[in-house]
């Protein structure tokens, strides 16, 4: 069973191994497949005799599938903008839209005073709407209103239609200084040559286009969501690729678009840090997604969809354009905060995403946030973390009396079993007390992993010589591997914790497994967030010290004992 569990451990090393040079691998093949899309034109706006691809991931999707928007030439463009505290929105006469959304307090790049600027190279301006994706309303709209916090469009289509649009932006005050208050009006004509032709048509609105972002490595944050009052569907770039599945199952063809005929509380599209959200008053009847090319890196576009059914009909949304903030997306009221993805453990996230908060109000730095975070989270589990240390100890002097007891009842499993147990309860020895931290601190590790992983609020914020606690801490590269230093922080700590830790088992083969966990969390950990390796590194000194004090007393009480 000992040659098995080895095996075993090896296996799982083997398989860290194997994972982490893959990921290398898929790194480099990305970067030599950016070089070669900066050297080709733009797919997604250009049309061209010659077939070209629109590189997505590691598949190459021909361009003459993939979807393309109309190419807009706006000779007699005008802009306009509206701006409170957080925001500053250009508006444009081309359909009415949004050029583009400036977030103030987010920078665009660390260590530039540059805003992040959400649709800056999208061909097309946000909320543009139209009859359907292919037929859009990009005419030039007349400004009929304007104030400091509102504005106001209208145009007369060819065919009579008549569409106003308004917009207005919250006060810098607000609770949420990000959410648009957006109307659209349209007016179908009634009669030509004394016949009615208002009919059952769509509306679609464009959502904007949110480009890929540099620290999303694999591309599992730029998404095109839906919501229909239910639950959240989000469509990745991965899911418009070529594949051949899992084991060849659920294998399917390159898509240029995917299409949905869904109730659609809410439409958003994402990225790592930011979100764009329309939530309608009345609830959408589908959504239209697909990846584009816009200055030579990808993006996700899309639309929702709605239905004229009155000859005058008025649509009235918000539009959120601002920060992955659990805080403002859950105030929304629509569980609009289903964007973070904070997975199955997302209680567990949330609270220690509202004590990070609570600490930061007071310390104003969220590296030594997140020390102080693991520092509460160490002390609530000190009890639980010390009967592990007891019991481990218990275990470590009743090995001897174990091994004797497996050789004499080898040929009777359940007399050995019943021998087992009460040699645990002659010794007060509990075996299910030495999992208990480790079964508490895996949902804590996994909770604080989703939380930190898209938290706006980490985003290029430095600590010591970590630049940005949302990214690895590289200080450099050995060829193209990265060298980050907090990862081997770690793997030391663990090494050290296991050192100075009693092992449950004298069995050699079992304690080799042992020492492999930390060159195991090592390769898993070795990209993971900056921040998120600090609190692991954090908690494992911490768990030394409880060590040490604990043998010690230990060690006293036994001297004691002793003397009596």
């Given at each position: 069973?000992d040659k ?9 090393l083997?398989?860290a ?11 480099q093949?990305?970067?030599?497949l950016?070089?070669s899309?900066?050297?080709?034109a733009?797919?997604a ?5 010659t077939?070209k691809?629109l ?8 361009s ?14 005008r802009?306009m ?5 957080a925001?500053r ?9 949004i ?10 790049e660390r260590?530039s ?5 959400f ?14 994706a ?13 104030s400091?916090?509102f504005?106001?469009?209208r ?29 659209i009006?349209?007016?179908?004509p ?5 016949k ?17 972002m ?8 730029l ?5 229909d009052?239910?639950s959240?569907?989000c469509?990745r ?7 051949n ?5 659920g ?13 659609c509380t ?18 959408a ?16 576009q899309?639309?929702l ?13 918000t539009?959120?354009?601002g ?5 403002l ?5 629509q569980?609009?905060?289903?964007l ?11 609270v220690?995403?509202?004590t990070?908060?609570?600490i930061?109000?007071?310390?104003h ?17 000190w ?10 100890k218990?275990?470590?002097t ?5 091994k004797?007891l497996?050789?004499k009842?080898?040929d ?12 645990f ?31 706006s609020?980490?985003r290029?914020?430095?600590f ?9 801490d ?6 193209s ?8 922080l770690?793997?030391v ?5 296991m050192?100075v ?7 050699s ?18 990209n993971?967030?900056?921040?998120l390796?600090l609190?692991w590194?954090v ?8 060590n040490k004090?604990?043998y010690?007393?230990?060690t ?9």
């Amino acid at each position: 069973m000992d040659k098995k569990n080895l095996v075993f451990g090896l296996l799982c090393l083997f398989g860290a191994f194997s994972l982490f040079i893959y990921q290398g691998k898929q790194l480099q093949q990305q970067a030599l497949l950016r070089q070669s899309q900066a050297a080709g034109a733009d797919v997604a706006n250009v049309d061209d005799e010659t077939p070209k691809t629109l590189a997505i991931g590691s598949v190459q999707i021909a361009s003459e599938v993939a979807f393309r928007l109309p190419t807009l030439q706006p000779d007699d463009e005008r802009l306009m903008t509206l701006e409170n505290d957080a925001v500053r929105v250009t508006f444009t006469t081309i359909g009415g839209g949004i050029r583009s959304v400036e977030l103030k307090r987010f920078a665009a790049e660390r260590d530039s005073d540059a805003p992040y600027v959400f649709n800056r190279e999208a061909g097309l301006p946000a909320l543009v709407i139209g009859r359907d994706a292919e037929h859009l309303w990009t005419q030039s709209f007349a400004v009929t209103q304007q104030s400091d916090d509102f504005i106001q469009f209208r145009a007369v289509l060819e065919d009579g239609t008549d569409v106003v649009r308004g917009y207005k932006l919250p006060p810098s005050k607000a609770k949420n200084p990000y959410l648009i208050q957006t109307e659209i009006s349209v007016t179908q004509p009634q009669t030509v040559e004394n016949k009615t032709v208002a009919e059952k048509r769509s509306l679609w609105v464009f959502l904007g286009s949110m480009p890929e972002m540099p620290g999303d490595k694999y591309r599992e944050h730029l998404n095109f969501c839906a919501y229909d009052g239910k639950s959240m569907d989000c469509k990745r770039l991965a899911d418009f690729e070529a594949s051949n599945g899992f084991l060849w199952l659920g294998g399917h063809e390159a898509h240029p678009y995917l299409e949905a005929n869904m109730p659609c509380t809410w439409g958003a599209l994402k990225d790592q840090f930011f979100t764009a959200i329309l939530t309608p008053k009345t609830p959408a009847v589908g959504c239209f997604s697909f990846p584009s090319k816009q200055s030579e890196c990808l993006s996700m576009q899309g639309f929702l969809k709605f239905e004229l059914t009155q000859p005058s009909t008025v649509f009235g949304a918000t539009y959120y354009v601002g920060p992955k903030d659990y805080l403002l997306l859950e105030h929304m009221g629509q569980r609009q905060d289903e964007l973070m993805q904070f997975g199955f453990f997302g209680a567990v996230s949330k609270v220690l995403l509202m004590t990070m908060h609570g600490i930061h109000s007071v310390i104003h730095n969220w590296g030594w946030t997140i020390l102080i975070l693991t520092v509460i989270i160490k002390l609530l589990m000190w009890p639980v973390t010390q009967m592990q240390l007891r019991s481990s100890k218990k275990m470590a002097t009743i090995q001897e009396p174990l091994k004797l007891l497996r050789e004499k009842y080898k040929d009777n499993p359940q007399k050995l079993q019943t021998e087992t147990m009460k040699l645990f309860k002659e010794n007060r020895i509990n075996p299910a007390s030495g999992c208990l931290p480790a079964v508490i601190q895996i949902p804590i590790f996994i909770g604080l992993y989703y939380m930190l992983r898209s938290a706006s609020e980490i985003r290029f914020q430095p600590f010591l010589w970590v630049k940005d606690l949302s990214m690895p801490d590289t200080v450099g590269y050995l060829g193209s591997f990265p060298i980050n230093i907090m990862p081997l922080l770690m793997g030391v700590t663990m090494v050290v914790q296991m050192k100075v830790t009693p092992m449950p088992s004298t069995d050699s083969a079992q304690q080799k497994i042992f020492m492999l966990m930390p060159f195991i969390f090592l390769f898993f950990c070795y990209n993971f967030p900056a921040a998120l390796v600090l609190y692991w590194t954090v908690q494992n000194l911490f768990t030394i010290v409880q060590n040490k004090l604990t043998y010690r007393r230990s060690t006293s009480d036994a001297l004691q004992q002793q003397k009596v």
